[in-house]
């Protein structure tokens, strides 16, 4: 049973940091492709990171330079510095355990997902 488990979520003022993990289990974490995605309240949900099967990181333009992806013991983690109000938004992980992605931000790509974690940023 594949299961996903967000934490890390907050509030911080603009220019703070905060690190989100996901903790994996119920699948071959190392064959999967993985991926964080936000949606924020009136807005589709979109692609913020990701790491393929074999081992590439993609990252949206908004957030490249400020967010990085990571991981170790079936967990992702997503560390997120000089933080905006734009990057308010609930944040989910997703995996695709069977392997590569074609296109790493597309939640479509992706079949199974946490239930989020909240990210609030304030001016």
């Known amino acids: 049973q594949v299961q996903l488990m967000e934490s890390g979520g907050g509030s911080v003022q603009t220019g703070g940091s905060l690190r989100l993990s996901c903790a994996a289990s119920g699948f071959h974490y190392g064959r999967s492709s993985m991926a964080w995605f936000r949606q924020a309240p009136g807005k589709e949900r979109e692609g913020v990171a990701s790491r393929n099967s074999d081992g590439t990181t993609t990252y949206a333009d908004s957030v490249q330079g400020r967010f990085t992806i990571s991981e170790a013991e079936n967990t992702l983690y997503l560390q997120m510095n000089s933080l905006e109000p734009e990057d308010t938004a609930m944040y989910y992980c997703?995996?695709?355990?069977?392997?590569?992605?074609?296109?790493?931000?597309?939640?479509?790509?992706?079949?199974?997902w946490g239930q989020g974690t909240q990210v609030t940023v304030s001016s």
């Open positions: 997703a995996t695709r355990p069977s392997g590569w992605v074609r296109r790493p931000l597309d939640q479509n790509q992706y079949a199974f």
